[in-house]
């Protein structure tokens, strides 16, 4: 699989405060985004996941190290004619309709009008805002902006596009719905890399991920190799037996109406459990294996990073 986009060695710093001291928010960045697939890119807050992109756009100009698209250096006409953007906050010409914002940008890529009519109305429905192509955009909701903004990276038909937290403040509907547009995506052949806060969406739909905490990638790879298969802790409910007598054979979660939530870390632990609600002929109501995920991943570099 080619890689469609490359970063090596990127670092970029800022000058800051009174005295113009150097801030360094890239530190050395490496990470490639193979063809057809979905990146995720994971950090905090200040951690320098939008700096990284501005500089693949062309935004900002890293102090070192090199940046590629397509085989291409980044800032080449040609690296960037097929890429699509979405950023973080994107300004909307507000007292423009849905179908005359996408007009607006298809014209700016030199589209003739009867394929601009053509397309507006195909993105409108893939974003599923066919019925407010008439609407002016100030009168959409966050997640209608988050849609449209969709749309308006897609005018280009672009083989590669840089999502900059496309689910941010999206309800649970919407981020489903965007999740599925994603994956439509990439169903369609091209490559998606995003950015977001929300771990469990990105472990649902991305192929590889990389983790930045302060300017340094501190771990990227496939979903399926980092995040591990071993059972951290089993997670029971069950009921008819006395909570004092599975008190040293777990860490018991609650005791409420009879039943008793119960957190178990070894095996030795779970068959005595499971042996005493046998014993007793008490009942077993749910037996939860709890494996590490994305976010045990995330929450541990943030601690030690």
């Known amino acids: 699989m080619a890689d469609i986009l490359e970063l090596r060695d990127v670092r970029k710093a800022f000058r800051q405060g009174f005295l113009l001291r150097s801030r360094e928010v890239l530190k050395g960045i490496s990470f490639s985004v193979g063809e057809g697939e979905i990146f995720g890119y994971l950090g905090p807050n200040g951690a320098g996941k939008t700096s990284t992109i501005k ?7 890293p102090d070192g190290g090199t940046i590629r698209i397509g085989g291409r250096p980044h800032l080449e006409t040609r690296a960037k004619a097929g890429l699509g953007f979405l950023p973080e906050n994107p300004y909307f010409y507000d007292y423009l309709t849905a179908a005359e914002f996408l007009d607006f940008y298809a014209q700016l890529f030199g589209l003739p009008k009867s394929e601009r009519r053509e397309r507006a109305a ?6 599923g805002m066919e019925k407010a192509a ?27 596009l840089i999502l900059d937290e496309p689910l941010g403040g999206l309800d649970p509907l919407g981020r489903k719905e965007i999740r599925d547009i994603i994956l439509t995506l990439k169903e369609d052949g091209k490559t998606v890399l ?31 190799d980092l995040v ?12 008819g037996i006395d909570p004092a007598e599975v008190a040293g054979l777990g860490r018991s979660l609650s005791a409420q109406g009879g039943r008793i939530l119960l957190k178990v870390f070894d095996d030795v632990g779970l068959e005595s459990v499971l042996d005493l609600v046998r ?27």
């Open 55 to 61: 500089c693949v756009l062309g935004l900002l100009f």
């Open 122 to 127: 195909r993105l409108l429905g893939l974003v």
């Open 134 to 160: 008439g609407l002016q955009l100030r009168k959409f909701s966050r997640g209608m902006l988050q849609r449209i903004g969709l749309a308006q990276a897609l005018v280009n038909d672009p083989s590669f």
């Open 194 to 224: 995003f950015t977001s806060h929300i771990l469990q969406d990105i472990e649902m739909i991305c192929d590889r991920v990389a983790i930045l905490i302060g300017g340094r990638i501190h771990r990227q790879g496939r979903l399926a």
């Open 228 to 239: 591990s298969e071993n059972i951290l802790f089993t997670e029971l409910t069950v009921s």
């Open 279 to 305: 014993e007793r002929k008490g009942t077993i109501h749910a037996l939860i294996p709890r494996v590490q995920t994305l976010e045990d991943i995330f929450v541990e570099a943030v601690k030690n990073p």
